[in-house]
Each structure stands twice: as structure tokens, then as C-alpha cells.
């Protein structure tokens, strides 16, 4: 059964802490995706990765970190420089250019 | 900024009914394009597709049409269920982008019965 996972599904952290979500993918996609997504608001790319060992900033990178050790994981870090961590992440891959993303079912992360 | 954004943000409909949900993109450079659907509080799901050497494509009850002169997307749903009710975003993409997908906004299509 393919597809992409995400865990956990809620966390809940404390202000100044950094913490790790994880994407994994077992459908042999070459990229991987991270979105954030606000309440009523559409998704803004925040790393992505085109091939293992090499990633990208999106438009949103600050206080985000990423690795791209195995093509088929792609964890996240949010870090305490994040300044409104609290959102809806989602993870997402595809095969190459010209193919539709496939996501995962998100992780929703709040911080107080 | 975004170069995809959706017209309306929301758009109710009757059950039974055809809804059309549009979106307008600005990088006449994107030759490939994606629509969504997302429920809440999940991922969203890949609906169509369609590259920019057609116009039209169909699947079932979806259809989406592509204009590239006045670089506008529309999708088509016929005969509106109340498990349509979600939100939809359209995203393109363009080979200066490489994999990356720009986003709009969304809408939210409620369906009544």
C-alpha cells in the first residue's frame, strides 16, 4: 500500500522548544515537499528537495530546517527562531516535473 | 506574491447542480497545471491535471479548461454531491520552478441538499 506518511498527526510543544515532524514516502519519488498551511489560507512552501542530499529553500524557510538523508524520508525541524510556529504542515512528493504531488495527511502543530 | 489566485473564495451550490470554480495565473511561463481538493483537516487530493498544449480535459463528472491567452483555469463539477463540499486549490507549475507547485488560495465549495 504506497503512499505518505505523517506523525504524528497533533503535537503540542512549548514555546523555545525545537521539535522534528516526520514525512516518509514509500512510493520511490526522486522529490519531497514540506507545506504550511494557516487557517482559511492556501499552502506556502517551505523546503523542498529534488533528489537526496540537496534541498531547497521555499518562500517561507525561516526557522525551518530540513534533511534529506534517505530518498524516502524528508523530516522537518521547527525551530524556537520560528516566530508563529503553530499551523497545519504537510508533507507532500512526486515522481518529476510535469506530475502531480502526492501529500500526506499532515501534521497539526501547535505551540503555546 | 502568488501568481495563482482563485477568483471567489467561497461558492455554495444545490445539490444536483454543475459548480464552477475558477482561478486566474500570471507567469504566462507555466505549462503545467493541478487541481485539488482539500476536506478538513486532511492532505489535499489530487482531482486533474492538465498540460498547456490542451485546452479541455475530462474525467469523471470533472472537467477543467484551460484558457492561455487570458491565462485562466476553470474547473468543472457536474452534478454537485454534498461529499463535493471541500476546498479546492488550483497550482501550476513551470520549468524555471523545477518540481515546486505554486498554490492559490482556494475555494470553498459548500453544497446544500
Known amino acids: 500500500d504506497g503512499g505518505i506518511t505523517q506523525s504524528p498527526k497533533y503535537l503540542f510543544r512549548k514555546e523555545g522548544q525545537n521539535v522534528t515532524l516526520s514525512c516518509e514516502q514509500n512510493?520511490?519519488?526522486?522529490?519531497m515537499y514540506w507545506y504550511r498551511q494557516d487557517p482559511g489560507q492556501g499552502l506556502r512552501l517551505i523546503y523542498y528537495s529534488q533528489i537526496v542530499n540537496d534541498f531547497q529553500k521555499g518562500d517561507i524557510a525561516e526557522g525551518y530546517s530540513v534533511s534529506r538523508e534517505k530518498k524516502e524520508s524528508f523530516p522537518l525541524t521547527v525551530t524556537s527562531a520560528q516566530k508563529n510556529p503553530t499551523a497545519f504542515y504537510l508533507c507532500?512528493?512526486?515522481?518529476?516535473?510535469?506530475?502531480?504531488?502526492?501529500f500526506g495527511p499532515g501534521t497539526r502543530l501547535t505551540v503555546t | 506574491g502568488e501568481s495563482v489566485g482563485l477568483h471567489l473564495p467561497t461558492l455554495s451550490v444545490q445539490e444536483g447542480d454543475n459548480s464552477i470554480i475558477n482561478c486566474a495565473y500570471s507567469n504566462s511561463a507555466s505549462d503545467y497545471f493541478i487541481w485539488y481538493k482539500q476536506e478538513s483537516g486532511k492532505g489535499p487530493q489530487f482531482i486533474i491535471d492538465?498540460?498547456?498544449?490542451?485546452d479541455k480535459r475530462q474525467g469523471q463528472r470533472v472537467t477543467v479548461l484551460l484558457n492561455k491567452t487570458v491565462k485562466h483555469l476553470s474547473l468543472q463539477i457536474a452534478a454537485t454531491q454534498p461529499g463535493d463540499s471541500a476546498v479546492y486549490f488550483c497550482?501550476?507549475?513551470?520549468?524555471?520552478?523545477?518540481?515546486?507547485?505554486?498554490f492559490g488560495k482556494g475555494t470553498t465549495l459548500s453544497v446544500s441538499s
Open positions: 492538465i498540460r498547456s498544449n490542451m
Open positions: 507532500a512528493s512526486s515522481a518529476r516535473r510535469g506530475l502531480e504531488q502526492y
Open positions: 497550482a501550476e507549475n513551470s520549468k524555471q520552478a523545477g518540481t515546486a507547485l505554486i
Open positions: 512510493l520511490n519519488h526522486d522529490a
